[in-house]
């Protein structure tokens, strides 16, 4: 495993232990039904993945008006993706949330590294004959 994917994994495990409290928060002690807490839960880890992907994951130079935008794109796909597993899994299925939310989030993952690496490249520029990436 490249150092890159272990540091990936372990933001995404951060992030996942701060989305499952945040879900279970809301669901449980805060009476919120599943489907908007597990959107909000999710939309709240996306800032902490920016900043830890950028700062420590990939060491990015990119500046954030290149960074920012494509990772938001990403994060919203996955939110979308994230929603209708859960809708699936707990309102047509009858499945545990929690149960389903594993599902979920391996399924968003799984599509997020590809991307989190292509958007935290600095893009090439070249003065006086030199890359400065």
Known sequence: MNAALARF?????????????????????????????????????????????????????????????????????????????MALGVEWLGLNYLAVQLVAIGTVVACNFVGAQRIFRARRTFSHGKDTA
Not at 54 to 66: C, E, K, Y
């Open 9 to 85: 994994a372990l933001v995404g495990l951060a992030g996942s232990l701060v989305y499952f409290t945040l879900l279970w928060s809301m669901v449980d002690l805060l009476h919120w039904p599943v489907i908007p807490a597990s959107c909000s839960a999710f939309l709240l880890v996306v800032a902490e993945n920016y900043l830890l992907h950028r700062a420590w994951t990939f060491h990015s130079t990119a500046p954030h008006s290149q960074a920012l935008p494509g990772f938001v794109l990403v994060s919203v796909a996955g939110c979308c993706v994230n929603g209708v597993v």
